[in-house]
């Protein structure tokens, strides 16, 4: 919970530089989590003056640009409450973890955490207690010369990071607001219990009403998830998440998503909780958990410096993996928040992510086609699934944890049989390329999403700009055009599906396309 | 609306006809009809204010460096993200930027939020650094192209067909004074622009003088090069000359004998250069004859030449030469080793020694029958039938030594060895200092992607021909077949039959000025010791001639005397120029470049070997070849196949004859070693040939003295008499023993270790 309210914190004191507000961010009542949203219900002191803040200054609600903001502005005054974790930690992950973090430590200096901070790199430490001057990480960061100044390469850190910066130094290095370290940290989220998957399907009611980041037109649907109870579909948008009656593909409610872009979506198995990953890119990463009825944050896992591009929660929901261009995939516990594990295989960015349904594997892709399949309470290798020779784009269980489907940028699909790690069925071309005449040479015809419904049976979409169903056997059923609508919009641009998946009940499909747009189809009850 | 109508007009008028100022002077009526007029007829016109991705896009990328090499352009990206090296994909950099990874580099619904901008403007971690800002032309460019969608163009966007620099040439009375230059690109449509804020600079001597990113030419030190811009897939240079000080500065005005001497002179004249003197004539008797007939005069030659008192006996010592067996000899030795003469006794691949052999003679024949040189070229390019019969088509089986014939890297070896062109950057990307692109490339690949080789009655035998019905080959981006098509042509050659036809035709006419330029400066880099476009076999846009005008007019005189190698040679011996001392003066002591002195050139090895056999008097023999071969006529003959370096005798190893490995002039190595050194000095070469044969006990029995023998020695060796200070030192030596052939042998020793011998000077 406190990583949530620290955001909560963080954002309003981006919109109260003048302080007013330092009161307010102190208590806690204001556990209410991703108010950046002026809700319905009655406005706070600081929802009233955010509003007055927000003409005056014509902030435009570019809530993206806020939180990037977000650590820069502080008080002199307001020295003794400098932390790591409040206000340096933001700093360090914006400027210098690309080089200086968990992935990879110049000069074995890994700034990613507090104590690893505090140790320093190869040539000793470089902070030291009270004394900015005789501090290296403040020499290197306020050198003359840019050839030895940090962050290499481009402008000083703006003069309020650095003040912070300073002040954190010579107030003592304080690792958080309470005076003792906190290393474990309590996200209030309980893993729903097997036999609690019955009852009334959950569904969003009376979420209160979002405000949206100004778009200047719709944010591609990089993510798609059907509730696998309900009639319910999971959108993503840009700093939102939109549920949407798939039948009518009317509006049911949004949630806040003001870590950026949401990559990912998934609910549980009872449809009660949905998660969320994302994040800005080569800014920051983070994966969400939320109540699905409520459109309450439940917890907060992970703290990258780049988009989670992957993520999944198993099926106990008592992991979270994540997974994007660290090329590490790390393994979270969901009552605690803390590392569980980190594993390490893969040479480039993690790309899919897929818990079996069973609980027992762990699937996970990265962007040159490797697979690999891992046991989910040792983290050791079971198998390496070798078929796609590019990136892949997705991975889905079927729901008796047998088969793995996956799709690649190669335009291939693959059922893999998990026992013995070798395709059942193997489709190149899955989504043919269209050759007009007169071109000549590799036209792209990259996979784009696969996902299994209930019946067995495969939905994708690829870069040919169709949807297609395949039965349980790997033969084609049904090839669902997606192009018509919405071509014309921009001219000079393609519009792609980018996800497709099956409703609850595997009666339709929905796709969502590159201009934001959702479609879906019915199945007949033959081709099932 | 009118006046934005206005603005839309003075937009597209200013860019179809730049400079165009009449408009301005049009009434207002006029205009505003004029502007309801156009926007009628082109209700597109608004759009063109929209960036084009092609147009005003991707020269970002190149300008500010994300497609090069060291950056995206490299040929596997970097960090994950990968751009054409210098843009020569356009649709696969709009894959790459827009749809490869949706959302990410490219954001439609927050354009501020792009990737692409986050990382160019360094407002997150950047591997390349910050490129530009916020406030910056390109920023906003970027910025408006996403926030209009970023969009791919459609249909043809005007493609850039010609870049102007502002100057062809500055010339600086001092250094720190500078020039700023602008660079205007002119489109496929006729429209021009000013694109000096989206090129790239560069200096070829930056210690002459120095540009930088806003094109401005800063003087440095004394001396000439060449500034260039780069933009699109053009380079285009300026001659930049910065003067040496005009006080000390008096022009000799030296006799001018022929054009050569005009042309280098007035470029020396320009450059505040003064030339040195003639060279004695000692100096050029041995000069000339190592140049024409590799090897040194001999004493006979010497006497004569000395006492021969006509004005014109330089003159006629070029033409005796000239007439001598032995320049057919070393200009064939020359093209053998041009075009990788390497006999092998490994039948399947076609390079028998029987097939070298016929090369060689075949060669041969052509140089002693004065054949002209396009013609000797012509009939090997369209040469088909065996190989150890018909010896010019060994082209085909010797220029590129593997198993399979090789279109691609066969001409690529075409076109530096006949061109001096080299084209094969342009198989992946079109090439990044020069005109050349990937349809050139792929074009002339397809006059080489019918040649076959089948076997032949005898095993050693391979018939070569062309295979009219072989598909052309593809091009690397988009698999578009590109039919065969001459170096900087539009059309391809006309289908049908072999095309090797049109190839010999284009490639050997007079009017082609790549063929006859490459010719010539080869002949004048053979005898000046380096070309006027060095490496010779380097020709680009941003290598050009140190003296335009001097290789046009060897070019074009090639030419008019029907590619006659002798005539073109004897004009060059003829001028002052080629006859100038080797001594330099205050003046042109700098100098390396303007021919303002002779070059100090160490001899061949394969020229070397011959004068030390021919001072010593003991032949050298090579395994393979009968008695009496000089070195000259020696190729490497070998077992097994003949692919990699070949060197043959292990002399020419040490001393760097070209092991043929490539068809590089840089295989042909210069430069002194340590092992060069050590084998003059105490290898058998030298060593063994002192005291062999009883030599050097018949001269000394055939002189009344030791300061005979001791001139005479000189003569030999050096081409020259002994300075008193050198006879004296060498007198004391001898001392007593004035019939020891050991003392003797010792200052032979001495001399053939000078670098005076293994120079020419």
Same mark, same amino acid.
């Given at each position: 919970?406190?990583?949530?309210?620290?955001?909560?914190?963080?954002?309003?004191?981006?919109?109260?530089?003048?302080?007013?507000?330092?009161?307010?961010?102190?208590?806690?009542?204001?556990?209410?989590?991703?108010?950046?949203?002026?809700?319905?219900?009655?406005?706070?002191?600081?929802?009233?003056?955010?509003?007055?803040?927000?003409?005056?200054?014509?902030?435009?609600?570019?809530?993206?640009?806020?939180?990037?903001?977000?650590?820069?502005?502080?008080?002199?005054?307001?020295?003794?409450?400098?932390?790591?974790?409040?206000?340096?930690?933001?700093?360090?992950?914006?400027?210098?973890?690309?080089?200086?973090?968990?992935?990879?430590?110049?000069?074995?200096?890994?700034?990613?955490?507090?104590?690893?901070?505090?140790?320093?790199?190869?040539?000793?430490?470089?902070?030291?207690?009270?004394?900015?001057?005789?501090?290296?990480?403040?020499?290197?960061?306020?050198?003359?010369?840019?050839?030895?100044?940090?962050?290499?390469?481009?402008?000083?850190?703006?003069?309020?990071?650095?003040?912070?910066?300073?002040?954190?130094?010579?107030?003592?290095?304080?690792?958080?607001?309470?005076?003792?370290?906190?290393?474990?940290?309590?996200?209030?989220?309980?893993?729903?219990?097997?036999?609690?998957?019955?009852?009334?399907?959950?569904?969003?009611?009376?979420?209160?009403?979002?405000?949206?980041?100004?778009?200047?037109?719709?944010?591609?649907?990089?993510?798609?998830?059907?509730?696998?109870?309900?009639?319910?579909?999971?959108?993503?948008?840009?700093?939102?998440?939109?549920?949407?009656?798939?039948?009518?593909?009317?509006?049911?409610?949004?949630?806040?998503?003001?870590?950026?872009?949401?990559?990912?979506?998934?609910?549980?198995?009872?449809?009660?909780?949905?998660?969320?990953?994302?994040?800005?890119?080569?800014?920051?990463?983070?994966?969400?958990?939320?109540?699905?009825?409520?459109?309450?944050?439940?917890?907060?896992?992970?703290?990258?410096?780049?988009?989670?591009?992957?993520?999944?929660?198993?099926?106990?929901?008592?992991?979270?993996?994540?997974?994007?261009?660290?090329?590490?995939?790390?393994?979270?516990?969901?009552?605690?928040?803390?590392?569980?594990?980190?594993?390490?295989?893969?040479?480039?960015?993690?790309?899919?992510?897929?818990?079996?349904?069973?609980?027992?594997?762990?699937?996970?892709?990265?962007?040159?086609?490797?697979?690999?399949?891992?046991?989910?309470?040792?983290?050791?290798?079971?198998?390496?699934?070798?078929?796609?020779?590019?990136?892949?784009?997705?991975?889905?269980?079927?729901?008796?944890?047998?088969?793995?489907?996956?799709?690649?940028?190669?335009?291939?699909?693959?059922?893999?049989?998990?026992?013995?790690?070798?395709?059942?069925?193997?489709?190149?071309?899955?989504?043919?390329?269209?050759?007009?005449?007169?071109?000549?040479?590799?036209?792209?015809?990259?996979?784009?999403?696969?996902?299994?419904?209930?019946?067995?049976?495969?939905?994708?979409?690829?870069?040919?700009?169709?949807?297609?169903?395949?039965?349980?056997?790997?033969?084609?059923?049904?090839?669902?055009?997606?192009?018509?609508?919405?071509?014309?919009?921009?001219?000079?641009?393609?519009?792609?599906?980018?996800?497709?998946?099956?409703?609850?009940?595997?009666?339709?499909?929905?796709?969502?396309?590159?201009?934001?747009?959702?479609?879906?189809?019915?199945?007949?009850?033959?081709?099932? | 609306?009118?006046?934005?109508?206005?603005?839309?007009?003075?937009?597209?008028?200013?860019?179809?006809?730049?400079?165009?100022?009449?408009?301005?002077?049009?009434?207002?009526?006029?205009?505003?009809?004029?502007?309801?007029?156009?926007?009628?007829?082109?209700?597109?016109?608004?759009?063109?204010?929209?960036?084009?991705?092609?147009?005003?896009?991707?020269?970002?990328?190149?300008?500010?460096?994300?497609?090069?090499?060291?950056?995206?352009?490299?040929?596997?990206?970097?960090?994950?993200?990968?751009?054409?090296?210098?843009?020569?994909?356009?649709?696969?950099?709009? $894959?790459?930027?827009?749809?490869?990874?949706?959302?990410?580099?490219?954001?439609?619904?927050?354009?501020?939020?792009?990737?692409?901008?986050?990382?160019?403007?360094?407002?997150?971690?950047?591997?390349?650094?910050?490129?530009?800002?916020?406030?910056?032309?390109?920023?906003?460019?970027?910025?408006?192209?996403?926030?209009?969608?970023?969009?791919?163009?459609?249909?043809?966007?005007?493609?850039?067909?010609?870049?102007?620099?502002?100057?062809?040439?500055?010339?600086?009375?001092?250094?720190?004074?500078?020039?700023?230059?602008?660079?205007?690109?002119?489109? %496929?449509?006729?429209?021009?622009?000013?694109?000096?804020?989206?090129?790239?600079?560069?200096?070829?001597?930056?210690?002459?003088?120095?540009?930088?990113?806003?094109?401005?030419?800063?003087?440095?030190?004394?001396?000439?090069?060449?500034?260039?811009?780069?933009?699109?897939?053009?380079?285009?240079?300026?001659?930049?000359?910065?003067?040496?000080?005009?006080?000390?500065?008096?022009?000799?005005?030296?006799?001018?004998?022929?054009?050569?001497?005009?042309?280098?002179?007035?470029?020396?004249?320009?450059?505040?250069?003064?030339?040195?003197?003639?060279?004695?004539?000692?100096?050029?008797?041995?000069?000339?004859?190592?140049?024409?007939?590799?090897?040194?005069?001999?004493?006979?030659?010497?006497?004569?030449?000395?006492?021969?008192?006509?004005?014109?006996?330089?003159?006629?010592?070029?033409?005796?030469?000239?007439?001598?067996?032995?320049?057919?000899?070393?200009?064939?030795?020359?093209?053998?080793?041009?075009?990788?003469?390497?006999?092998?006794?490994?039948?399947?691949?076609?390079?028998?020694?029987?097939?070298?052999?016929?090369?060689?003679?075949?060669?041969?024949?052509?140089?002693?029958?004065?054949?002209?040189?396009?013609?000797?070229?012509?009939?090997?390019?369209?040469?088909?039938? %065996?190989?150890?019969?018909?010896?010019?088509?060994?082209?085909?089986?010797?220029?590129?030594?593997?198993?399979?014939?090789?279109?691609?890297?066969?001409?690529?070896?075409?076109?530096?060895?006949?061109?001096?062109?080299?084209?094969?950057?342009?198989?992946?990307?079109?090439?990044?200092?020069?005109?050349?692109?990937?349809?050139?490339?792929?074009?002339?690949?397809?006059?080489?992607?019918?040649?076959?080789?089948?076997?032949?009655?005898?095993?050693? $035998?391979?018939?070569?021909?062309?295979?009219?019905?072989?598909?052309?080959?593809?091009?690397?981006?988009?698999?578009?077949?590109?039919?065969?098509?001459?170096?900087?042509?539009?059309?391809?050659?006309?289908?049908?039959?072999?095309?090797?036809?049109?190839?010999?035709?284009?490639?050997?006419?007079?009017?082609?000025?790549?063929?006859?330029?490459?010719?010539?400066?080869?002949?004048?880099?053979?005898?000046?010791?380096?070309?006027?476009?060095?490496?010779?076999?380097?020709?680009?846009?941003?290598?050009?001639?140190?003296?335009?005008?001097?290789?046009?007019?060897? %070019?074009?005189?090639?030419?008019?005397?029907?590619?006659?190698?002798?005539?073109?040679?004897?004009?060059?011996?003829?001028?002052?120029?080629?006859?100038?001392?080797?001594?330099?003066?205050?003046?042109?002591?700098?100098?390396?470049?303007?021919?303002?002195?002779?070059?100090?050139?160490?001899?061949?090895?394969?020229?070397?070997?011959?004068?030390?056999?021919?001072?010593?008097?003991?032949?050298?023999?090579?395994?393979?070849?009968?008695?009496?071969?000089?070195?000259?006529?020696?190729?490497?003959?070998?077992?097994?196949?003949?692919?990699?370096?070949?060197?043959?005798?292990?002399?020419?190893?040490?001393?760097?004859?070209?092991?043929?490995?490539?068809?590089?002039?840089?295989?042909?190595?210069?430069?002194?070693?340590?092992?060069?050194?050590?084998?003059?000095?105490?290898?058998?070469?030298?060593?063994?040939?002192?005291?062999?044969?009883?030599?050097?006990?018949?001269?000394?029995?055939?002189?009344?003295?030791?300061?005979?023998?001791?001139?005479?020695?000189?003569?030999?060796?050096?081409?020259?008499?002994?300075?008193?200070?050198?006879?004296?030192?060498?007198?004391?030596?001898?001392?007593?023993?004035?019939?020891?052939?050991?003392?003797?042998?010792?200052?032979?020793?001495?001399?053939?270790?000078?670098?005076?011998?293994?120079?020419?000077?």
């Amino acid at each position: 919970m406190k990583s949530a309210m620290l955001l909560l914190a963080r954002t309003k004191s981006a919109l109260f530089p003048d302080g007013a507000l330092r009161g307010w961010l102190l208590t806690p009542s204001s556990t209410s989590v991703a108010r950046s949203s002026a809700g319905l219900h009655e406005p706070s002191d600081g929802e009233q003056c955010l509003h007055w803040l927000r003409q005056t200054l014509n902030l435009s609600l570019k809530i993206s640009t806020i939180i990037g903001m977000c650590c820069m502005v502080v008080m002199a005054e307001d020295a003794k409450s400098i932390t790591y974790d409040d206000h340096v930690a933001p700093i360090f992950r914006k400027h210098c973890l690309q080089c200086h973090g968990d992935s990879k430590q110049e000069a074995g200096l890994n700034l990613a955490g507090y104590l690893s901070t505090r140790k320093g790199g190869s040539g000793g430490e470089v902070v030291v207690a009270g004394r900015s001057s005789s501090s290296r990480l403040f020499k290197a960061i306020t050198e003359e010369d840019p050839e030895a100044r940090m962050p290499p390469k481009n402008d000083p850190l703006p003069k309020e990071q650095i003040a912070l910066i300073k002040s954190w130094i010579d107030t003592g290095l304080r690792q958080s607001f309470g005076s003792s370290p906190v290393t474990m940290r309590k996200l209030g989220f309980t893993p729903t219990a097997f036999e609690k998957v019955d009852g009334p399907p959950p569904m969003p009611q009376n979420l209160p009403a979002i405000e949206s980041v100004r778009l200047i037109r719709s944010f591609p649907v990089l993510a798609l998830a059907a509730s696998p109870r309900a009639p319910l579909i999971a959108v993503s948008s840009y700093e939102r998440i939109d549920f949407v009656d798939p039948s009518t593909r009317n509006l049911i409610g949004s949630v806040p998503f003001p870590e950026g872009e949401p990559h990912f979506l998934r609910f549980n198995r009872s449809g009660s909780v949905l998660l969320v990953a994302g994040g800005r890119p080569v800014q920051n990463g983070v994966a969400v958990l939320y109540d699905v009825k409520t459109g309450k944050r439940l917890a907060e896992i992970g703290n990258e410096t780049d988009v989670v591009l992957a993520a999944d929660l198993s099926a106990d929901e008592k992991q979270i993996a994540i997974g994007g261009s660290s090329r590490v995939v790390k393994v979270y516990s969901t009552e605690t928040g803390s590392l569980v594990r980190s594993l390490v295989k893969h040479t480039e960015w993690i790309t899919a992510i897929a818990y079996s349904p069973d609980g027992k594997l762990l699937a996970t892709g990265d962007r040159v086609g490797n697979i690999h399949l891992w046991d989910v309470f040792s983290g050791g290798v079971v198998l390496p699934l070798s078929e796609h020779k590019a990136s892949i784009t997705s991975l889905s269980w079927r729901s008796d944890s047998q088969v793995l489907a996956s799709s690649g940028e190669d335009g291939l699909i693959a059922w893999w049989e998990v026992a013995n790690g070798w395709p059942l069925v193997s489709k190149a071309d899955a989504h043919p390329p269209q050759r007009s005449a007169g071109v000549f040479g590799k036209i792209a015809n990259g996979v784009l999403a696969a996902s299994f419904g209930p019946g067995g049976q495969l939905i994708t979409c690829g870069r040919d700009r169709t949807v297609r169903l395949w039965a349980s056997a790997g033969n084609l059923l049904k090839t669902f055009d997606s192009s018509p609508v919405g071509d014309s919009q921009i001219s000079g641009t393609r519009l792609l599906p980018l996800q497709a998946v099956f409703t609850f009940d595997g009666n339709s499909v929905v796709s969502g396309d590159s201009a934001g747009q959702i479609k879906s189809w019915p199945i007949e009850a033959v081709q099932k | 609306m009118i006046s934005e109508l206005v603005i839309v007009v003075n937009v597209d008028a200013k860019r179809c006809n730049p400079g165009s100022k009449p408009i301005m002077s049009i009434n207002r009526l006029t205009l505003v009809t004029l502007a309801l007029f156009v926007s009628l007829i082109f209700p597109l016109t608004v759009r063109s204010s929209e960036p084009s991705f092609r147009r005003d896009v991707m020269p970002i990328f190149f300008r500010a460096g994300c497609n090069a090499g060291t950056c995206h352009g490299s040929a596997r990206g970097k960090d994950g993200f990968m751009l054409s090296l210098f843009g020569y994909d356009a649709k696969g950099d709009y $894959e790459r930027v827009v749809n490869e990874m949706i959302g990410r580099r490219v954001n439609v619904a927050v354009p501020e939020q792009s990737l692409l901008l986050l990382k160019a403007t360094g407002a997150v971690p950047h591997t390349g650094g910050k490129l530009f800002s916020k406030e910056s032309e390109y920023y906003k460019t970027v910025l408006a192209w996403i926030e209009a969608g970023a969009p791919d163009d459609i249909g043809q966007v005007p493609s850039t067909v010609e870049v102007v620099l502002s100057s062809k040439g500055m010339v600086f009375e001092k250094t720190e004074l500078s020039e700023t230059l602008t660079v205007t690109a002119i489109a %496929s449509d006729g429209s021009q622009r000013d694109v000096t804020g989206l090129a790239r600079f560069f200096s070829n001597n930056d210690s002459v003088a120095r540009i930088d990113a806003d094109g401005r030419v800063t003087a440095v030190g004394p001396g000439d090069t060449n500034v260039f811009a780069r933009f699109s897939r053009f380079t285009v240079g300026a001659e930049a000359i910065v003067l040496p000080s005009e006080a000390t500065f008096q022009w000799p005005d030296p006799v001018a004998i022929n054009f050569i001497d005009e042309l280098v002179f007035d470029r020396l004249k320009k450059l505040r250069v003064i030339p040195s003197d003639l060279c004695d004539d000692e100096t050029f008797l041995r000069r000339v004859t190592l140049d024409l007939n590799a090897r040194p005069p001999t004493l006979a030659e010497y006497r004569d030449f000395m006492a021969d008192t006509r004005s014109d006996k330089r003159a006629i010592k070029i033409d005796q030469l000239l007439e001598n067996e032995a320049f057919a000899d070393f200009w064939t030795a020359l093209w053998a080793e041009q075009l990788r003469v390497i006999g092998g006794n490994y039948a399947p691949v076609a390079t028998d020694v029987k097939a070298a052999d016929a090369f060689y003679q075949w060669i041969r024949t052509q140089m002693r029958s004065r054949r002209p040189l396009n013609e000797f070229i012509a009939e090997m390019v369209d040469a088909s039938g %065996s190989n150890l019969s018909n010896g010019p088509v060994n082209l085909y089986t010797m220029l590129v030594h593997k198993p399979q014939f090789d279109p691609k890297a066969f001409a690529a070896d075409f076109s530096q060895a006949f061109l001096g062109v080299q084209i094969q950057c342009a198989e992946c990307h079109n090439h990044p200092f020069d005109r050349w692109t990937q349809d050139d490339y792929y074009g002339f690949v397809s006059f080489f992607t019918g040649m076959k080789r089948k076997p032949g009655i005898e095993p050693r $035998e391979r018939r070569i021909f062309c295979d009219t019905t072989a598909p052309p080959a593809k091009h690397l981006v988009d698999g578009r077949p590109m039919p065969a098509k001459t170096l900087g042509s539009v059309e391809p050659v006309p289908a049908g039959g072999d095309p090797r036809k049109a190839l010999a035709l284009w490639l050997t006419a007079p009017e082609n000025e790549m063929f006859s330029r490459n010719l010539a400066n080869r002949i004048w880099a053979q005898l000046l010791g380096r070309g006027i476009i060095e490496p010779v076999d380097d020709v680009r846009a941003s290598n050009p001639p140190v003296n335009g005008p001097l290789l046009d007019a060897l %070019s074009r005189r090639l030419v008019d005397v029907k590619f006659d190698l002798r005539s073109i040679v004897r004009e060059i011996c003829h001028s002052r120029v080629y006859q100038l001392s080797a001594r330099p003066n205050e003046s042109n002591v700098r100098d390396t470049r303007q021919f303002s002195h002779a070059h100090l050139r160490r001899l061949r090895a394969d020229v070397l070997l011959d004068s030390i056999v021919a001072v010593t008097g003991v032949p050298r023999r090579f395994s393979g070849f009968p008695d009496g071969t000089r070195a000259i006529e020696y190729y490497p003959r070998e077992s097994g196949d003949t692919e990699g370096p070949h060197f043959g005798d292990q002399f020419f190893a040490t001393f760097g004859r070209s092991s043929r490995a490539t068809v590089c002039a840089c295989e042909t190595k210069r430069e002194p070693t340590l092992s060069q050194t050590l084998h003059m000095a105490v290898g058998d070469s030298v060593r063994d040939r002192l005291s062999a044969n009883g030599e050097m006990k018949r001269l000394l029995e055939s002189k009344t003295g030791p300061d005979e023998v001791i001139e005479e020695l000189f003569v030999k060796a050096l081409g020259r008499q002994p300075k008193s200070d050198e006879a004296a030192a060498m007198r004391a030596l001898i001392g007593d023993s004035v019939k020891d052939p050991a003392a003797y042998e010792d200052i032979l020793w001495s001399l053939l270790n000078s670098t005076e011998f293994a120079f020419n000077h």
